[in-house]
């Protein structure tokens, strides 16, 4: 089993930006597939973007695109979101996820089996 705990999230202006991380203990991600789901009030869990340690090539849902980033950094064994030009609809509880198996254009919220707690991120003047 994978722990991860998520830090970084709090308020942000609209047009701010935010950073989460993810740290990872008992795998190493760089062996695994990586998720950021989200979920706001009222509403289904929703996939962010999504990280393969196959090919390293990034996914994002299409209301994040040219905005969100995700990286890995192997060393602190840790997964970063970078949040920019935000915007009031990105307020949710955002969530990191990993998994042993798959990949991102075939996965979806079953595909991963260790979550972290969730961190709250707002968005709002």
């Known amino acids: 089993q994978v722990q991860l705990v998520e830090s970084g999230g709090g308020l942000a202006q609209p047009g701010g930006s935010l950073r989460l991380s993810c740290a990872a203990s008992?795998?190493?991600?760089?062996?695994?597939?990586i998720g950021w789901f989200r979920q706001a009030p009222g509403k289904e869990r929703e996939g962010v973007s999504c990280?393969?340690?196959?090919?390293?090539?990034?996914y994002y849902v299409n209301s994040v695109k040219g905005r969100f980033t995700i990286s890995r950094d192997n060393a602190k064994n840790t997964v970063y979101l970078q949040m920019n030009s935000q915007n009031p609809e990105d307020t949710a509880v955002y969530y990191c996820a990993t998994a042993f198996k798959g990949t991102c254009a075939r996965s979806n919220r079953r595909t991963f089996d260790s979550w972290g707690q969730g961190t709250q991120v707002t968005v709002s003047s």
């Open positions: 990280l393969s340690s196959s090919d390293g090539v990034p």
């Open positions: 008992g795998f190493p991600l760089d062996n695994l597939l």
